[in-house]
């Protein structure tokens, strides 16, 4: 499987499933999120709730799809995605329609 001509490893799969973070945010975070190079040539992409926002109220997710994510971060190292994660909060994002 791959995301935008990034491999995925069995952990970054593994991890995206019990995360429960959709693969149309994992693009948008690489595309669209901030870029942090880090220790031995690793690079962490970070995409804010904005940007998250902004994806529902055009439609290519539902808010159901991201009810608690705040923050989503993606490691990667070269054309290779290493792990994601995503910061959580208590109440959600706060949509309005």
């Not at 970054?12 to 690489?30: D, Q, Y």
């Not at 690793?42 to 994510?69: D, M, P």
Request: hydrophobic fraction near 35%; glycine fraction near 4%.
């Amino acid at each position: 499987m791959k995301i935008l001509n990034y491999q995925l490893t069995s952990h970054f799969e593994e991890r995206m499933k019990i995360r429960h973070i959709p693969e149309f945010l994992i693009s948008l975070c690489l595309v669209k999120g901030e870029i942090k190079t880090t220790t031995k040539n690793k690079k962490e992409y970070s995409l804010n709730q904005n940007y998250i926002l902004e994806a529902v109220s055009q439609g290519y997710l539902t808010i159901a799809e991201c009810l608690c994510i705040k923050k989503i971060v993606v490691v990667a190292k070269k054309n290779i995605l290493i792990t994601t994660y995503a910061t959580y909060g208590d109440t959600g994002i706060n949509y309005s329609n």
